[in-house]
């Protein structure tokens, strides 16, 4: 036979299956000799409670379960010495002895907790963000757990929904290369070596995108700005070679995620070449009955045929799947072929060769929260912060004098970790208080409150469902205000540390109104006014609106939920001994009113004019600018850097060449530092409206005082494809307009044309 018709044959075998098949003997024998429940079992996720519940069902029964082979995999529970037990309930008493998957959701570090995901993306550097996911893997996999419910890598582009805390921002290309580190420092070259565990990327797909920002809503999104905007991390991550994948609450294009034959099939599968498994969200398999696509059986038949493989804690899989098989509404081959891939990622796990690989009793305490772990997450954390404003260059500031440490966050322990950090404790954490005294120990730094994060008791009520992250001081809040404008007035400088408190984002935790507490607000004004010098430091797990603070004479610095090592990382920025190089990576606008808003925004029909202007019968606002407070990338230093030069190494490229784009940058300030140089690329003419321009390569460099340097960025020729109508990736021939410098509003600029 030609090769060609083979090949074909074998596509459409591939095709016949839904996916590439890994085929593995061992797991083929066993499915041989498994019954049908047996195989029903393994499709079955259970968590025995202790973790966060985020559904309002927790798993009954699970011993008597695992025993009886019901269960597949488990979650909340860590430790070598309790995963043993539910193992040993799995290996020595069920049948089959197949041992169990152990989830968990370690999201931004495991017991040494780093920034929360949307800070470390802040920190454009792809090498830490690895080494970030590495250090996670070996503290979790020393407890035990052999599977991560992370990269969440949704495009977020909603600063109302809380849940942008814990991804990569607005971007597709960063939040692609940040997908890919992740995975690859998760699962590093051998998932079955005991310090990786297997990711699960998550959360297919578009839940980022939920209408009006409010958590678990509708999503409504045409096939192009998905392919275009949304898709790219995840497949990023399973190019990565993810193992797994979650399956996200919301619909797309109607049909909730869960179920969705056309995206956990045609495109994860046949299109994607994915070959891992499809594990539920927390019951959002139980969740398409109020979405309206009938009962538990029913759904639970429709999403296994759709390709959902594992039910995340709501049984119905394990319920309904043997009546809707004896029912003919379902075959055994759809049960099996779930059943496979749940075995295979076991057995990459190397869990089949031994299932207690991950359960040295010595490893916690040589491998979690270690001297080295917690400089690494130091050093994240510093790298994550991003300088806002820089007013008179007041930061960074000098070890010494009085220096009156103010607000609510300053000596709040229980808000350092930030969102989803469930498997961290924040009595670990050093607060910013204690940071400042270690790190400036020979200046006199006195703390006051100053005001209660929030003072609304029904939002503070809201904001503690989880644990108590607002804590109501018993004064007044004018004594607590007169306390601190009195420290500031006999202080040389005043430090004021305000923002959210940490379940003021992440999941389930959307605000319509995304500003700094009325309380708080009242406490800078305040602050402000005694005339003394006045840096913010603001922290938050999403874009605040700020324009009333920004436009005081203060120095902000951003940041987010810095994680066990907040005081000591914020006080090394602060005084300088790390000099900021974080850089934005969600847009922040200046009212709620502009959102969504992003930088590869599109042009329209009737652009506003460039000067910003309001015009009639354009595209803009009547009370506000199209223009955000802070752009795309945006972030400065307490050095200066200047572009200049910018030159390609062609004018002319065909398809399927790269061009690259060399920069001159020059440290003309008074500090070293660090800098990401960004390209941006605008396709000036296409068959489908182009944004205005998209962020397609990006270079963090380091620069000593006085030094220059040229950098080069390489643009394959996929940067310059994008999907068409037909949904084909593709580039068109024409102009194209290379942007380089410090951030989404680079002016500096260069043009081509693509043959
Ligand atoms: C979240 C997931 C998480 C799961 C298990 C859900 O509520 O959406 O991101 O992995 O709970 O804890």
Known sequence: MHYKTLLVAFMGLAFFWGNAQKQIPEV?????????????????????????????????????????????????????????????????????????????????????????????????????????????????????????????????????????????????????????????????????????????????????????????????????????????????????????????????????ATGNKWLLTDLLRTQWGFDGFVVSDYTSLNEMVPHGLGDLQAVSALALKAGLDMDMVGEGFLTTLKKSLDEGKITAEDITKACRRVLEAKYISGLFEDPYKYLDSKRPKNDILTKENRALARKLATRSFVLLKNHNN???????????????????????????????????????????????????????????????????????????????????????????????????????????ATEMSGESSSRTDISIPDIQKKLIKALVETGKPVALVLMSGRPLTIPEEFDLPVSILQVWHPGVEAGNAIADVVFGDYNPSGKLTATWPVNVGQIPIYHSTKVTGRPAPESGEFQKFRSNYLDAPNAPLLPFGYGLSYTTFDYSNLRLNKKEIHQGEAISATVTITNTGNYDGEEVVQLYLRDVVRSITPPKRQLKGFQKVMLKKGERKEVTITLSPDDLKFYNAQLEFVSEPGEFEVFVGTNSDAELSETFTLK
């Not at 275009?228 to 497949?235: E, I, M, V």
């Open 28 to 256: 083929e024998q066993l499915l041989q000799k498994m019954t049908i429940e047996e195989k029903i079992g393994q499709l079955n996720l259970l968590t025995p409670g202790g973790g966060v519940a985020t559904g309002e069902v927790v798993s009954e029964n699970v011993g008597a379960k695992i025993k009886t082979g019901q269960v597949g995999g488990l979650f909340g529970v860590a430790g070598p010495d309790r995963v043993r037990k539910a193992q040993e309930l799995a290996v020595k008493e069920s049948r089959l002895g197949i041992p169990l998957l152990i989830g968990s959701d370690v999201i931004h570090g495991y017991k040494t907790t780093y920034p929360i995901p949307l800070g470390l993306s802040s920190t454009w550097d792809m090498d830490l963000v690895r080494q970030a996911a590495q250090m996670a893997a070996r503290e979790a996999t020393a407890d035990g757990i052999n599977w991560n419910f992370s990269p969440m890598v949704d495009i977020a582009r909603d600063p109302r929904w809380g849940r942008i805390s814990e991804g990569a921002g607005e971007d597709p290309y960063l939040g692609s290369k940040i997908a890919e580190a992740m995975v690859k420092g998760y699962q590093g070259e051998d998932l079955a070596a005991v310090h990786t565990m297997l990711a699960c990327v998550k959360h297919l797909a578009l839940y980022g995108a939920a209408e009006a920002g409010r958590d678990y809503h509708t999503v409504d999104m045409g096939k192009i700005k998905m392919f275009n905007q949304y898709l790219p991390p995840y497949k990023a991550a399973i190019d990565a070679g993810a193992a797994s994948v979650m399956s996200s609450f919301n619909d797309v294009d109607g049909v909730p």
């Open 394 to 500: 007041l930061l960074p500031l000098e070890k010494k004098g009085k220096i009156a440490l103010i607000g609510p966050l300053a000596d709040s322990r229980e808000n350092m970790l930030g969102t989803w950090a469930p498997t961290g404790d924040f009595n670990l954490a050093v607060t910013i208080l204690e940071g400042f005294n270690n790190v400036a120990s020979n200046a006199d730094i006195k703390y006051a409150k100053g005001a209660n994060i929030s003072d609304d008791v029904d939002f503070a009520k809201n904001v503690n469902a989880l644990g108590r992250r607002i804590t109501m001081d018993e004064r007044s809040p004018e004594a607590m205000l007169k306390e601190a404008v009195d420290l500031a007035k006999t202080s040389d400088v005043v430090v004021a540390v305000v923002g959210e």
